[in-house]
Nanobody, 126 residues
Framework: QVQLVESGGGSVQAGGSLRLSCAASENTRRMGWFRQAPGKDREVVAV????????????SVQGRFTISRDIAQDVANRTLYLQMNSLKVDDTAMYFC??????????????????WGQGTQVTVSS
């Protein structure tokens, strides 16, 4: 069972930046960030294929958010990041880190992600 622990959420004014972190207990083939705003379905934000390094983004965050991963020399310390710049009020949501070894299906398909973190809240005010 892969353990994922998010951190870095908080409150920021529109136009500001935040960086989310996700500490993973093991490597997986695909990792991503999803978010869920109040009253809305959970949606994909960004996905990273750890083997190839390919990154894909939702259209709504393209050019503003960057997904990346840091593999330290200590293999027990693997961290996924989401750098969020030019934040908008519409970015307000609970952000979840997700990971999977399933490589079939669409890159954004939530159901193909096997492991989930507890989430970290991001609130953007005007």
């Amino acid at each position: 069972q892969v353990q994922l622990v998010e951190s870095g959420g908080g409150s920021v004014q529109a136009g500001g930046s935040l960086r989310l972190s996700c500490a993973a207990s093991e490597n997986t083939r695909r990792m991503g960030w999803f978010r869920q705003a109040p009253g809305k379905d959970r949606e994909v934000v960004a996905v990273l294929y750890t083997g190839s390094g390919v990154k894909t983004y939702a259209e709504s965050v393209q050019g503003r958010f960057t997904i990346s991963r840091d593999i330290a020399q200590d293999v027990a310390n693997r961290t996924l990041y989401l750098q969020m710049n030019s934040l908008k009020v519409d970015d307000t949501a609970m952000y979840f880190c997700a990971a999977t070894n399933i490589m079939t299906g669409s890159w954004s398909q939530e159901a193909t992600f096997q492991y989930w973190g507890q989430g970290t809240q991001v609130t953007v005010s005007s």
